[in-house]
């Protein structure tokens, strides 16, 4: 009688809740109810089989007494009366072991929630672990573009070996001339070293007033120089613009040992970014672009460097559109003069110049990778193994002027799109707010009007708990003449945990007070 009491107290105290709860979750709550029903039943029948132990406890207490008053019956009287006890001996220890798996199963139940609710709470911060980490590698790269644009190669005369032009927003290549021969590639190495040294500035690692000491090692590299002397010291800014501008080799190795501690280590790390970024036909051996083996790369693999320089740090125009300018040697002998002028000729003369690197060297021959912006639209030609210097900036530019007249660029960021919060079930909040994950983008030929583009909004009618940041909940669709051209998702905005039994039970207290 005492369970039976208790049973229908808890019974009371949980219906109230759970009608009070309706705002958190119908479907939480109606599952609860449920879950509840059974564990008020699971008591009630606990009461019956406490009430049924006592009837038999005293149903075997008048049985030992009638078996006293009988011992002077015969054998087999004994015998049938011994069965008896035996059978409802076993019918006690059967009803004793029912309870008992009973009371085992209910246990098994409590723990295994407590070890799922803490199995989930590991699976939830190892998946907050693995979005972090999976947001930082594509930070670090851009995907390339699935767009096919149809290539009329033969607009465009290209007298050098290897040349490509794409554009820097899709990544869609417009013109390709052997674009995935390896060649060595001179000093356009350096893009990638100033790439490392961008993304060192960016992560904190280096500051640009910080003052970077020429080893004896970098003075000595020769070939293309600023005539850095040992133990001279010059700022991360001056020794961007001596790599930038001038090309210069002993700047280049100064900034790879100061950043990753010896040239080695820091071309493992250019390695390591080219496969990052899909360089699938690139290895460098050093980071200036001296013609040693193994030291390679193809047109394709320079302008998805390019690119990743260009749109992740635009602040590199800043140095790369640099005509002339001095910088002061301080050393030993005192101060002086040197003044460093831009290898890259385009910048004096083609519309919309923005860089980028030159390089050449007797087995190179004339290399460029030039950048150039109009419209909207980040150019990028990359020509290698041209027979004179002044055939790369020709058919670079030839490329370029190729892009802008036959191209343009439809761009979509989804600021106009109106958010309006998606019911989550079984949450602790009510609404998920979401975002776009990226802008789209959409190269254009000549003769397609970007205006012709339409797009459809598509977004889940309700979500369930948990929810985390950047699950995807829906999509935006673009469609030109009928045919889908691409999609952007549509990600949660922020993290919704799952609702428990006290959230559920806070939510109808306050309900219940207020």
């Not at 290897?162 to 350096?190: F, H, M, Q, W």
């Not at 001095?326 to 003044?339: A, L, M, P, V």
């Not at 490329?399 to 660029?409: E, K, R, V, W």
Request: charged content about 30%.
């Amino acid at each position: 009688m005492k369970y039976k009491k208790y049973a229908k107290i808890l019974c009371f105290v949980l219906c109230i809740a759970l009608l009070f709860s309706s705002n958190i979750g119908a479907e939480g709550s109606a599952k609860t109810f449920a879950k509840t029903g059974q564990n008020t039943s699971g008591l009630m029948n606990a009461a019956k089989d406490a009430e049924q132990k006592d009837n038999d406890k005293k149903d075997s207490e008048q049985k030992d007494s009638s078996q006293k008053d009988n011992e002077q019956k015969d054998n087999e009287q004994k015998d049938s009366s011994q069965k008896n006890n035996g059978q409802k001996d076993n019918n006690q220890k059967d009803s004793n072991q029912k309870n008992n798996e009973q009371k085992d199963n209910n246990q098994k139940d409590s723990n295994q929630k407590d070890n799922e609710q803490k199995d989930n709470e590991q699976k939830d911060s190892n998946q907050k672990d693995n979005e972090q980490k999976d947001g930082e590698k594509k930070d670090s790269a851009q995907k390339d573009s699935t767009q096919n644009v149809p290539q009329d190669n033969a607009a465009v005369d290209i007298t050098s070996e290897s040349a490509v032009l794409i554009e820097g927003s899709t990544g869609v290549v417009i013109y390709d001339k052997n674009k995935d021969e390896k060649r060595k590639p001179a000093s356009i190495t350096k893009i990638m070293t100033l790439l490392l040294i961008f993304d060192a500035l960016a992560s904190g690692k280096i500051k640009l007033t910080d003052q970077v000491t020429v080893s004896e090692y970098a003075a000595s590299m020769g070939g293309s120089q600023v005539y850095l002397e040992p133990g001279e010291t010059q700022d991360v800014n001056t020794m961007i613009k001596c790599i930038s501008i001038a090309s210069a080799n002993d700047a280049a190795v100064a900034m790879a040992e100061y950043i990753a501690g010896s040239e080695e280590s820091f071309v493992n790390m250019m390695n390591e970014k080219a496969k990052e970024l899909g360089m699938n036909n690139t290895h460098f051996v050093n980071c200036c672009g001296l013609d040693v083996d193994n030291h390679y790369t193809t047109a394709y693999d320079i302008a998805l460097m390019s690119r990743d320089l260009i749109t992740k740090y635009p602040q590199i125009s800043d140095y790369s559109t640099v005509w002339m300018e001095n910088i002061t040697h301080t050393t030993k002998k005192g101060q002086s003069e040197f003044g460093l002028t831009n290898t890259n000729k385009l910048i004096k003369s083609y519309n919309g110049i923005t860089g980028l690197k030159t390089g050449s060297t007797s087995l190179a021959k004339y290399c460029l990778s030039a950048t150039a912006k109009r419209n909207g639209m980040d150019m990028i030609a990359v020509v290698l193994a041209a027979p004179e210097t002044k055939v790369r900036f020709r058919e670079a530019a030839k490329l370029l002027d190729y892009g802008f007249a036959n191209c343009s660029i439809f761009q979509d960021d989804n600021k106009d799109l109106a958010v309006t919060p998606i019911p989550v079930k079984k949450g602790v909040a009510d609404g998920l707010n979401y975002r776009v994950n990226n802008k789209f983008s959409y190269l254009c030929l000549k003769g397609t009007n970007p205006a012709d583009i339409t797009k459809k909004v598509t977004i889940e009618e309700s979500v369930s708990a948990p929810v985390k940041e950047n699950d995807k909940v829906g999509e935006v669709t673009y469609q030109l003449g009928g045919k889908t051209i691409g999609k952007v998702d549509i990600v949660a905005a922020e993290n919704v945990d799952k609702a428990n039994f006290k959230d559920y039970f806070k939510a109808a207290v306050k309900k219940f007070l207020f």
